[in-house]
C-alpha cells in the first residue's frame, strides 16, 4: 500500500540528514572522472544529476566482489573454524532506477531458495532502497520489455519522481515508512498526480512471454555462435549485472592459517564449467553466450517464476564489443 | 546472532586410507564433534563437498552406506590441487566435509525389484555406496547384478569388495578389462564394459538400471539398455558437473532449470532427456 | 576501390571467407563486425570510432574455422598482426590486412613486408592525452605513484576484459588461471588485483603493441593501458626495440646479445 506525498529539495535534503544521524550510510551516483558510480554522500548536492545509469550496480551492497565466509587455523591434526559475523553496514541506497531496484528480488532468490545465505540477508537486512523514476532513457533500456518500467515500484522502498522543484515520493514498505519517520514533515501529502506523464515513455521492444516460450526450441541453433562470434568472453556483462549472482570459492592459506573467500564469476569465462577431467560442457563462446540468455530468459522463470533480467541495459553499456542484450533478443525472437 | 553459516563445513578425522588403484584412495573419516556425528544422516546418491583446509574444496560422492553408521568414506583419484592436497594427507589428520547435499536413489522404490549396476574405473564409488546399503537389505530386492571394469586390473577400485561380492551366492559379480589390460592371472572378463554388457544381454523385466562412468561408457551403454528394452524411467545415472557452493547458489553446475547439486546428480534417462545436451 | 567494394570483391571471389571490420552499434558507436558474405559487404563502416584493435579476434578457434580472414587494419591492427607473426601465432598468409588511404580507398598489405612500410609512415602510437597521464605519472614521487594505482586498482573487479580484449593475450591457459600454483588470488581484493596488473605488465613488457584497448574495454575505467605503455617504453629505451616493428622480433626480455648493457650489474 503506497501513500503518495511531494518531497521538497529542502525536504531531500533534511532527510539525508536524519538518514545519517540514525547512523546509515548513504550511496548515490556521483560523477567523477567523467564517470557515474555509486559512492557515499552526505547530501543532495553531491548527487549526480544527468545520468542513465551508473555503470557498476547496487547489487556490491547485499554481494560484495569479495566476502569471507570463513577463516581457519592450522596445526599437526588439528584445524580451528571460525564461523563469521557477517559486517553489514546500515545502507540507503539513493538514485538508483527502478531497473535496479527491481533486481535485488533476482538476487534474494537465489540466496534465499532450499538454503539460506547470511551473509547476503545480514545486508539485504540493513539496506533501504530509494529509487529516482526515469525522465530520460538510453538505446540500451529494455525495460518495459521485461515487466518493469521508468516508474516501476518493484524494489524500492520509497521510489521518487522528479515532478516540480522536488520529488513525488511514494512510500511503499516498512522500510520506507521508517525511513520516512526520520523526517516527517518533509512528506507532505500531494495532490493527484498523472506520474507517467512526469516519466520517459519507452515502448515495450519484444514479447518477452513470446520469447521465453520460444526459447527451448531455440537451443541448437546456429544463432547463439553466430552471434558470440564477437564475445570476447570477459566477465564485464555479469559483474555490472544487477541481477548476476554467480560466484567462486577460492581458498586463501599460508600453511599455518587460511579462509575461503566468495567471489563474483561469470558464465561467460571458459574455465567456468572445466572438469578436473579437462571436459568443458560449454567449451565455445556460443554455448556459454546461450546459457547467459537462457538463464535469464528461460531457466529463471522455470525456476523462480521470474526472469533474470530487469532490462536496466548496463551490459550492453559496459560491453567491450557492443553486445547488445535487447537486439539479440530481439534477433532470436524474430527468427 | 544471525542465521547459520552454511558454507562452514564440519571437521572429519582420518580414520583409514585405502590405497585402492594407481592415483585412487579411499578416506574413511570421521566426525571430531559428537554432537555433529550423532545428528548426522544421509541417503545413498547424495554427495558431499570435502575440504583440504589450504587448498579448497572438491566435490565427491558419500562412497560408504547409510546402513554403516559411524563413519562415512569417499574415494578419490588425485587429479588436481584439492585432492593432490587430501592425498597427503594421513590417518589422524583433518578434513572438512560439507553435506549430504543432493537428492537420492530412490532404493525405497525398489522392493521386489531386480537391480542392475553398470559402471567403470573410478565410477564405482557411488554405486557401492547404492549396493552396499542394497545389500544389507538383501531381502528386499530380488536378483543383483554387478557389470564393472577398468582399463587394467591394477585400476579396479575396491579389490578387496569385489572378491566378496563374487564369492556371495545371492550377487552376480561380472568383472572386465579392457582388452590389453588383463593379466596373467585374471580370470575375469576381458571387453569395454558396455560390450560386456551387450553379451550379457539382461532381460529388461522388473528390472532397475544403474549407470555410472565416463561420457563414453553412459554413451554406449544408455542407447544399448534402450535397446534391450529397458524404460527410459528405469535407468538411473549419478551425474557430475563442476560445483563449487553444492547448494544451488553459485551457479557452476547449473544446466538447464537444474542445478546438479540440487535436483541431481541422480537422475532417469528420461529426466537427462530434459537437461540441455551440455553435461 | 572503397572498403565496401574491396569486401564484396573479396568475398564473392572467395579469397577470404569473412572481412573483419566495423558495423555501427548501440548509440551509434562502431563495433566489431563479420562479414561473411558478399551480402553482408555492404555493412561495414570505417571513420572515426572505428579505434578497437581487431587483432584480437584472429587467434581465437571459432574465427580461425571461418576461414581466411581479412582485416579492417588501422596501425593498431598492423603492430599487432606483425608482433603476432614475430610470435609465431599467425602466418602471412593467414590474413589479409586492408588499410585505407587518406581517401579512403583499399590497400592490400598482403605481405609482413608491405605491412612494415606502410606502418613505417605511421605517427607516433601513444595518444597526446595518455602521453600526458604518462608523463604526469613519472613526474609522481614513488609514494604518489603508488597511492594512484592503489586507488585506481582498487576498484578492479577481475572481470578480466583488459586480458580478453589485448591482441598478445591468446595464451589458452593464462597465468591467472592456474592453480598448481596459484600464482596470482583470483578474488578482486587488492593484493588479488595488484598482482594481476603487474604480472599482466611483465608478461607483456617488449609484446605490448600500445593500442590501449585494454584501458578502454575496462568498464570501470582505470587507465590500465598505462602500466603496459610504461613497461613497453621501458623496453624500449632499455633494448632499444618496439613490439609491432616487425614480423621478426625477437623476445627483449628472453634474447640475449653480446652487447646487451650491463651496467646494472656492480
Not at chain 1, 40 to 64: C, H, L
Not at chain 1, 77 to 98: K, N, S
Not at chain 1, 174 to 195: E, S, T, W, Y
Not at chain 1, 288 to 313: E, N, T
Request: hydrophobic share 40%; net charge neutral.
Amino acid at each position: 500500500m503506497a501513500d503518495t506525498y511531494q518531497l521538497s529539495s529542502a525536504s531531500l535534503d533534511a532527510l539525508f540528514t536524519a538518514i545519517q544521524g540514525d547512523g546509515r550510510r548513504i550511496l548515490a551516483p556521483t560523477d567523477r572522472d567523467g564517470r557515474t558510480e555509486l559512492n557515499p554522500v552526505r547530501n543532495p548536492g553531491e548527487v549526480a544529476r544527468d545520468y542513465i545509469q551508473t555503470t557498476m550496480s547496487a547489487k556490491a551492497a547485499v554481494f560484495p566482489k569479495v566476502e569471507q565466509l570463513l577463516s581457519y587455523t592450522l596445526a599437526k591434526g588439528q584445524v580451528d573454524l571460525v564461523d563469521p559475523e557477517p559486517q553489514a553496514v546500515p545502507t540507503v541506497v539513493f538514485g538508483i532506477r527502478p531497473c535496479e531496484a527491481g533486481g535485488f528480488a533476482a538476487l534474494d532468490a537465489v540466496f534465499n531458495w532450499d538454503t539460506r545465505d547470511k551473509f547476503f540477508n545480514a545486508r539485504l537486512d540493513q539496506l533501504a532502497v530509494i529509487a529516482v523514476g526515469c525522465t530520460r532513457r538510453d538505446e540500451a533500456c529494455f525495460c518495459t520489455s521485461v515487466g518493469g518500467g521508468p516508474g516501476s515500484v518493484k524494489g524500492s522502498d520509497i521510489l521518487l519522481t522528479p515532478w516540480s522543484e522536488g520529488f513525488l515520493a511514494e512510500v511503499l514498505t516498512d522500510k520506507g515508512r521508517a525511513l520516512q519517520a526520520l523526517a516527517p514533515k518533509g512528506f507532505i501529502p500531494a495532490p493527484a498526480v498523472d506520474k507517467a506523464a512526469l516519466l520517459v515513455d519507452v515502448p515495450a521492444a519484444f514479447d518477452q512471454p513470446a520469447l521465453t516460450a520460444k526459447l527451448p526450441a531455440l537451443f541448437d541453433a546456429e544463432l547463439w555462435g553466430n552471434q558470440a562470434l564477437r564475445c570476447i568472453g570477459c566477465g564485464a556483462c555479469a559483474f555490472v549485472c544487477p541481477t548476476c549472482v554467480c560466484f567462486d570459492l577460492q581458498e586463501e592459506a599460508d600453511g599455518q592459517s587460511g579462509r575461503r573467500l566468495r567471489s563474483w564469476d561469470s558464465c561467460g569465462h571458459s574455465l567456468f564449467t572445466l572438469h578436473a577431467s579437462g571436459h568443458n560442457p560449454r567449451a565455445n563462446q556460443g554455448a556459454r553466450w546461450r546459457q547467459r540468455v537462457y538463464h535469464k530468459f528461460s531457466y529463471y522463470p522455470d525456476r523462480y517464476g521470474m526472469l533474470g533480467c530487469v532490462g536496466c541495459g548496463k551490459c550492453t553499456r559496459a560491453c567491450p564489443v557492443d553486445m547488445n542484450l535487447q537486439e539479440h533478443l530481439l534477433e532470436a525472437a524474430r527468427s | 546472532m544471525s542465521e547459520a553459516n552454511i558454507y562452514l563445513p564440519h571437521l572429519m578425522r582420518i580414520a583409514a586410507i585405502t590405497e585402492e588403484a594407481p592415483g585412487v584412495r579411499t578416506f574413511r573419516l570421521e566426525f571430531v564433534d559428537a554432537a555433529a556425528a550423532e545428528a548426522f544422516a544421509f541417503r545413498t546418491g547424495q554427495f558431499g563437498l570435502y575440504s583440504a583446509f589450504g587448498d579448497g574444496e572438491s566435490t565427491f560422492c558419500i562412497a560408504s552406506s547409510p546402513t554403516r553408521k559411524g563413519y562415512i568414506e569417499c574415494t578419490f583419484r588425485e587429479v588436481g590441487r584439492v585432492t593432490a592436497g587430501l592425498a597427503d594427507k594421513e590417518v589422524g589428520d583433518i578434513v572438512g566435509f560439507r553435506g549430504p547435499y543432493g537428492n537420492v536413489f530412490p532404493i525405497d522404490q525398489w522392493q521386489g525389484k531386480n537391480l542392475l549396476f553398470i559402471t567403470g574405473g573410478i565410477a564405482l564409488p557411488p554405486l557401492r555406496s547404492v549396493i552396499w546399503n542394497c545389500l544389507d537389505l538383501r531381502d528386499q530386492f530380488k536378483d543383483i547384478t554387478i557389470v564393472y571394469g577398468a582399463r587394467s586390473v591394477n585400476d579396479l577400485v575396491y579389490k578387496a569388495e569385489l572378491k566378496e561380492w563374487e564369492q556371495r551366492p545371492d550377487v552376480n559379480l561380472v568383472c572386465t578389462v579392457d582388452p590389453g589390460g588383463e593379466t596373467p592371472e585374471w580370470t575375469g572378463k576381458v571387453g569395454f564394459v558396455p560390450l560386456i554388457v551387450e553379451q550379457l544381454a539382461p532381460s529388461p523385466d522388473n528390472t532397475i538400471a544403474l549407470v555410472c562412468g565416463p561420457p563414453i561408457l553412459i554413451k554406449l551403454t544408455m542407447p544399448l539398455l534402450r535397446k534391450l528394452g529397458f524404460g527410459a524411467e528405469s535407468i538411473f545415472t549419478t551425474l557430475e558437473n563442476r560445483m563449487k557452493c553444492g547448494v544451488g547458489k553459485c551457479g557452476r553446475c547449473n544446466t538447464g532449470k537444474s542445478y546438479v547439486c540440487k535436483d541431481g546428480p541422480v537422475y532417469t534417462l528420461e529426466q537427462l532427456g530434459q537437461l540441455p545436451a551440455e553435461y | 576501390m572503397d572498403l565496401n567494394e574491396k569486401a564484396k570483391q573479396l568475398l564473392e571471389a572467395g579469397t577470404v571467407q569473412a572481412v573483419l571490420g566495423f558495423e555501427p552499434g548501440t548509440h551509434g558507436a562502431p563495433r566489431p563486425a563479420f562479414a561473411r558474405g558478399a551480402d553482408q559487404a555492404a555493412r561495414l563502416v570505417s571513420g572515426p570510432g572505428c579505434d578497437q584493435n581487431l587483432a584480437s579476434y584472429v587467434t581465437r578457434a571459432p574465427v580461425k574455422r571461418l576461414g581466411k580472414l581479412a582485416v579492417l587494419a588501422t596501425p593498431k591492427v598492423l603492430r599487432a598482426l606483425l608482433q603476432l607473426m614475430a610470435e609465431r601465432q599467425i602466418q602471412e598468409q593467414d590474413v589479409l590486412p586492408l588499410a585505407l588511404d587518406a581517401a579512403g580507398q583499399v590497400v592490400e598489405l598482403a605481405t609482413a613486408q608491405a605491412m612494415e612500410e606502410h606502418l613505417a609512415l605511421e605517427p607516433d602510437p601513444v595518444s597526446t592525452q595518455d602521453r600526458e597521464l604518462l608523463d604526469r605519472l613519472g613526474r609522481m614521487t614513488r609514494a604518489e605513484r603508488w597511492a594512484f594505482w592503489q586507488g585506481e586498482l582498487s576498484r578492479c573487479v577481475k572481470c578480466y576484459a583488459c586480458r580478453s580484449s589485448c591482441p598478445m593475450c591468446y595464451c589458452e591457459h593464462c597465468t591467472m588461471d592456474c592453480n598448481r600454483p596459484q600464482w596470482v588470488p583470483v578474488p578482486s581484493h587488492a593484493l588479488g588485483n595488484l598482482e594481476y596488473h603487474m604480472v599482466r605488465s611483465m608478461h607483456l613488457a617488449g609484446r605490448c603493441v600500445q593500442c590501449g584497448d585494454c584501458g578502454s574495454a575496462c568498464p570501470v575505467g582505470i587507465p590500465v593501458h598505462l602500466l603496459t605503455f610504461n613497461a613497453e617504453q621501458t623496453v624500449h629505451a632499455q633494448f632499444g626495440q618496439r613490439a609491432g616493428a616487425s614480423a621478426k622480433l625477437d623476445y627483449a626480455l628472453s634474447t640475449f646479445r653480446p652487447d646487451d648493457k650491463e651496467n646494472f650489474i656492480r
